[in-house]
């Protein structure tokens, strides 16, 4: 049975950090692409940040860039997204996900979903 669950989120002041986890189970973990999304009330999922099997490659949304990083842990089924100077327009429902294709941009693309993780910033 796939399994991806998230962890990580919460509520934070405008300028602080968080650091979001997702494990995986019930696949090769280390063939497949992983990204994260988000989604707020009212707006469409879209992607946050992806990256490659191999951990070698990384795509961001420009909103997002040098202030969020994506990593994986293949040895731990394991992929992470380190959020800084997070803003009020970050709040949203995070979601991480995972694509057979490579790395992936679009959420069609993505096989396996998770149940999501609320992140809260506060100005």
């Known amino acids: 049975q796939v399994q991806l669950v998230e962890s990580g989120g919460g509520l934070v002041q405008a300028g602080g950090s968080l650091r979001l986890s997702c494990t995986a189970s019930?696949?090769?973990?280390?063939?497949?692409?992983m990204g994260w999304f988000r989604q707020a009330p009212g707006k469409e999922r879209g992607l946050v940040a992806a990256?490659?099997?191999?951990?070698?490659?990384?795509v961001y949304t420009d909103s997002v860039k040098g202030r969020f990083t994506i990593s994986r842990d293949n040895a731990k089924n394991t992929v992470y997204l380190q959020m800084n100077s997070l803003r009020p327009e970050d709040t949203a429902v995070y979601y991480c996900?995972?694509?057979?294709?490579?790395?992936?941009?679009?959420?069609?693309?993505?096989?396996?979903w998770g149940q999501g993780t609320q992140v809260t910033v506060s100005s």
């Open positions: 990256i490659a099997a191999s951990g070698g490659r990384t």
């Open positions: 019930g696949f090769s973990f280390s063939r497949y692409g």
């Open positions: 996900a995972a694509t057979s294709v490579g790395i992936a941009t679009i959420t069609s693309s993505y096989n396996y």
